[in-house]
């Protein structure tokens, strides 16, 4: 009997034990699965960074190609183990449907509800003029990608901006039209619901004229505008040598469209808003998308490692070559993280005085550093369309 019980007894401490023993197996292989997959900033704070985009509505591409860059290269910071002491970054967009109000109320939300410690956005330079006092009140950081009006830095010191400003643009293109294209005579075509389009417009006419060209024609549209037929005949009898139309991809492919469709052979010249060509080829076929040349602030045919390097991951993420809203979206996100860096701090005051002694930042888009308006000094870049295919032709220093 105590023979048959002690027995019982080991049998049971083995049983025990055996199953002890897969119970602290099974933890150990959990542990080390979960530190397997999990970054070593997991327990820092994420730093909440508020992206509001276009990424619905009339402007949409802006937008989503804005949101897509930003995440890439945060993304790429977080992979390398975030920053300050290991925290990772997050980006929190709002869309704000290319609506002015929506904009205004995103921004409200990202900076009351969600605790941002800056903003990123807008894409356009309406809805970037929009919040702009918004975070002047709020003294919270903002950088705009692609806001080129001049005014959207001079609402507030705690707004920056990564691409090059209308001014600049217009010059640029005037001087091309009148050197390069031997252009005397230009029309200008104006959206006449935008700040951008009404601004480029200004900048050329100013540098057209004073380089002895003559403005022949200056018409206006609305964005819901879809016949064009009566501003392109008033243009054909002022003999312009080229159309100026510093406007947005949606009206500029079916502008171009139907400028050729009544043999309107003349070169088309617009801004940075022209650079979708995709979005264009939806609205004009190939061989309209000829003769076509637009400025903007990057090319991806541009040979600097930075530039390489993006182009690759970009393409690896999303399976496409970015353009220049997204070359734009991706360096003032990476502009923000290297001010956090600088700061060692995401404190609003640090920040802002970090972005402001920016200098010698190597982006996708350029070396670049912020002037007093926080505007940055960089080149600018001509673009060709051939056959709805983007060329890089020239590039203008400031």
Same mark, same amino acid.
């Given at each position: 009997? $105590?023979?048959?019980? +002690?027995?019982?007894?080991?049998?049971?401490?083995? !049983?025990?034990?055996?199953?002890?023993?897969?119970? !602290?197996?099974?933890?150990? !292989?959990?542990?080390?699965?979960?530190?397997?997959?999990?970054p070593a900033f997991s327990a820092g704070e994420p730093i909440l960074v508020g992206g509001n985009?276009?990424?619905?509505?009339?402007?949409?591409?802006?937008?989503m190609d804005c949101v897509r860059a930003a995440n890439?290269?945060?993304?790429?910071?977080? =992979?390398k183990g975030g920053i300050l002491n290991g925290r990772p970054l997050k980006l929190v967009t709002y869309d704000n449907q290319s609506d002015a109000?929506?904009?205004?109320?995103?921004?409200?939300?990202? !900076?009351?509800?969600?605790?941002?410690?800056?903003?990123?956005?807008? =894409? +356009?330079?309406s809805l970037s003029m929009s919040i702009g006092p918004v975070v002047k009140s709020r003294e919270i950081p903002m950088i705009?990608?692609? *806001?080129?009006n001049p005014k959207i830095t001079q609402i507030s010191g705690f707004i920056f901006r990564a691409c090059i400003i209308d001014d600049f643009q217009g010059d640029v293109m005037a001087s091309y039209a009148y050197r390069n294209l031997r252009a005397r005579r230009a029309a200008i075509l104006i959206d006449q619901s935008s700040e951008y389009s009404k601004g480029l417009a200004r900048y050329f006419k100013q540098r057209f004229t004073t380089l002895k060209g003559t403005i022949v024609a200056e018409l206006g549209f609305l964005p819901e505008d879809r016949d064009f037929g009566a501003l392109l005949k008033q243009i054909r009898n002022s003999k312009a040598d080229v159309i100026y139309a510093p406007i947005y991809y949606q009206s500029a492919g079916i502008i171009v469209r139907q400028a050729r469709e009544a043999k309107m052979d003349l070169p088309i010249l617009g801004g940075?808003?022209?650079?979708?060509?995709?979005?264009?080829?939806?609205?004009?076929?190939?061989?309209?998308?000829?003769?076509?040349?637009?400025t903007n602030h990057y090319s991806a045919d541009s040979t600097s490692p930075q530039n390489k390097a993006f182009v690759q991951a970009y393409k690896a993420r999303y399976g496409q070559t970015p353009g220049g809203v997204a070359a734009l979206g991706y360096d003032a996100a990476m502009l923000l993280v290297d001010a956090f860096k600088r700061a060692n701090s995401t404190e609003s005051n640090k920040v802002r005085e970090a972005l402001a002694a920016t200098s010698g930042f190597s982006g996708v888009t350029g070396t670049i550093r912020f002037d007093k308006d926080r505007n940055p000094i960089k080149s600018a870049?001509?673009?060709?369309?051939?056959? *709805?295919?983007?060329? $890089?032709k020239d590039e203008v220093e400031p």
């Amino acid at each position: 009997m $105590f023979c048959l019980q +002690t027995h019982q007894l080991f049998r049971r401490r083995r !049983i025990v034990m055996k199953n002890m023993r897969i119970k !602290i197996l099974a933890l150990i !292989i959990f542990a080390m699965v979960f530190t397997a997959v999990t970054p070593a900033f997991s327990a820092g704070e994420p730093i909440l960074v508020g992206g509001n985009y276009e990424m619905s509505g009339s402007v949409a591409a802006y937008g989503m190609d804005c949101v897509r860059a930003a995440n890439l290269a945060f993304e790429q910071v977080n =992979a390398k183990g975030g920053i300050l002491n290991g925290r990772p970054l997050k980006l929190v967009t709002y869309d704000n449907q290319s609506d002015a109000s929506q904009a205004i109320v995103g921004t409200s939300y990202l !900076i009351n509800e969600e605790k941002v410690v800056a903003i990123l956005g807008a =894409a +356009t330079s309406s809805l970037s003029m929009s919040i702009g006092p918004v975070v002047k009140s709020r003294e919270i950081p903002m950088i705009t990608p692609t *806001g080129t009006n001049p005014k959207i830095t001079q609402i507030s010191g705690f707004i920056f901006r990564a691409c090059i400003i209308d001014d600049f643009q217009g010059d640029v293109m005037a001087s091309y039209a009148y050197r390069n294209l031997r252009a005397r005579r230009a029309a200008i075509l104006i959206d006449q619901s935008s700040e951008y389009s009404k601004g480029l417009a200004r900048y050329f006419k100013q540098r057209f004229t004073t380089l002895k060209g003559t403005i022949v024609a200056e018409l206006g549209f609305l964005p819901e505008d879809r016949d064009f037929g009566a501003l392109l005949k008033q243009i054909r009898n002022s003999k312009a040598d080229v159309i100026y139309a510093p406007i947005y991809y949606q009206s500029a492919g079916i502008i171009v469209r139907q400028a050729r469709e009544a043999k309107m052979d003349l070169p088309i010249l617009g801004g940075d808003g022209w650079d979708f060509p995709n979005e264009l080829s939806l609205a004009a076929s190939p061989k309209a998308l000829n003769n076509i040349y637009y400025t903007n602030h990057y090319s991806a045919d541009s040979t600097s490692p930075q530039n390489k390097a993006f182009v690759q991951a970009y393409k690896a993420r999303y399976g496409q070559t970015p353009g220049g809203v997204a070359a734009l979206g991706y360096d003032a996100a990476m502009l923000l993280v290297d001010a956090f860096k600088r700061a060692n701090s995401t404190e609003s005051n640090k920040v802002r005085e970090a972005l402001a002694a920016t200098s010698g930042f190597s982006g996708v888009t350029g070396t670049i550093r912020f002037d007093k308006d926080r505007n940055p000094i960089k080149s600018a870049v001509i673009i060709q369309l051939i056959n *709805g295919v983007p060329n $890089f032709k020239d590039e203008v220093e400031p």
